[in-house]
Nanobody
Framework: QVQLVESGGGLVQPGESLRLSCTASGSIFSIYGMRWYRQVPGKQRELVAA???????TYTDSVKDRFTISRDNAKNTVYLQIDSLKPGDTAVYYC??????????????WGQGTQVTVSS
């Protein structure tokens, strides 16, 4: 049906920046909300940023000064720019999207995750 593929994670030093990407492909008619979550082992998955199809953005308070979510609707892609990375940002980052399929139904899909590790 629909696949979400994240990229851009890696090992970085504190203070550096990363841009994560997530591209959706498959039987897509349109994409509504897109989101980034992160998860640390042993903890619940946390919503960090969201963006509507019209470009309205929301952030969890702990990241709003350093994270920027954006999207390219023509490419079915959502981005997460992370600046001034901290060790506490270490997590697996997942993208999530509400997709209207060509067949008509609306379903939510998840990517496989990309690891971000912040360490000196």
């Amino acid at each position: 049906q629909v696949q979400l593929v994240e990229s851009g994670g890696g090992l970085v030093q504190p203070g550096e920046s990363l841009r994560l990407s997530c591209t959706a492909s498959g039987s897509i008619f349109s994409i509504y909300g897109m989101r980034w979550y992160r998860q640390v082992p042993g903890k619940q998955r946390e919503l960090v940023a969201a963006i509507t199809s019209g470009g309205t953005t929301t952030y969890t308070d702990s990241v709003k000064d350093r994270f920027t979510i954006s999207r390219d609707n023509a490419k079915n892609t959502v981005y997460l720019q992370i600046d001034s990375l901290k060790p506490g940002d270490t997590a697996v980052y997942y993208c999530n999207a509400d997709v209207r399929l060509v067949a008509g139904a609306v379903s939510q899909f998840w990517g496989q995750g990309t690891q971000v590790t912040v360490s000196s």
